[in-house]
């Protein structure tokens, strides 16, 4: 199967299961989303969930966690992965929200990218889910299944190649819900250790290159 034929049999698959999906983070506000995807960075939403909520009762916005101190944050978040940076860089991150944007999220990507702690996915993330932009967010999920299906070549060896060939091959309108979609399938289904490749509707035509699966 071509590649191209990969991609409209994949969209259309999920189109007509999944036609709108989201993040499973669980969050209240576009700042509290932007918290909640800073502390998800190799760790999973479940765990992220167990946490926010009490982190965002006691910070809800950015001004309230702008007055914090990084070891006032860590005792809500102690239990995620790497607690101490992401402790100082969700501080950090809201100090310059208030001082530069009034306290709000931007919207613009190169001013997203700006802020401590966030990197190119985590804007992609802020950009589809609260401002409804056609971006696609590359976490190792989404990396790891565009590579095993061939939905990507080989020469896409970092999450910003395979981002731009997936906005290459996928239409505008999809782009947002086929981020979601590659995640969900590589997180519940085209999973990193043990790919369930018997319950896989694409497993017929997988070409499971396995070898150039993982974000290094």
């Known amino acids: 199967m071509k590649r191209k034929e990969r ?29 909640a995807t800073v502390l998800s960075a190799q760790c999973t939403d479940k765990r992220i969930n167990q946490v926010t909520p009490a982190l965002f009762s006691r910070y809800p916005d950015a001004k309230t966690m702008a007055e914090a101190e990084p070891e006032d944050v860590l005792e809500y ?33 190169s001013d997203l990218v700006k802020l401590p702690g966030v990197g190119r996915k985590t804007a992609n993330v802020i950009q589809a889910v609260a401002y409804g932009k056609s971006a696609i967010a590359v976490d190792t999920h989404v990396y790891r299944v565009s590579h095993r299906m061939g939905l990507v070549s ?60 993982k974000l290094e």
């Open 77 to 109: 978040v102690k239990s995620v992965s790497y607690p101490n940076a992401k402790s100082k860089h969700l501080v950090e991150m809201s100090r310059m929200l208030v001082e530069s944007f009034g306290g709000e999220v931007p919207v613009e990507m």
């Open 154 to 213: 080989k020469r896409a060896n970092t999450p910003v190649k395979v981002e731009e060939e997936l906005s290459r091959n996928i239409p505008e309108g999809d782009r947002a819900d086929a981020h979601h979609w590659l995640l969900l399938h590589g997180r519940y289904v085209c999973q990193s250790r043990q790919p369930r490749c018997s319950e896989c509707p694409f497993d017929f035509f997988c070409p499971k290159c396995l070898g150039n699966s």
């Open 7 to 35: 991609y409209e049999f994949v969209l259309g698959y999920f189109r007509e299961r999944m036609p709108h999906v989201s993040t499973e983070l669980q969050f209240g506000s576009v700042f509290q989303l932007l918290v």
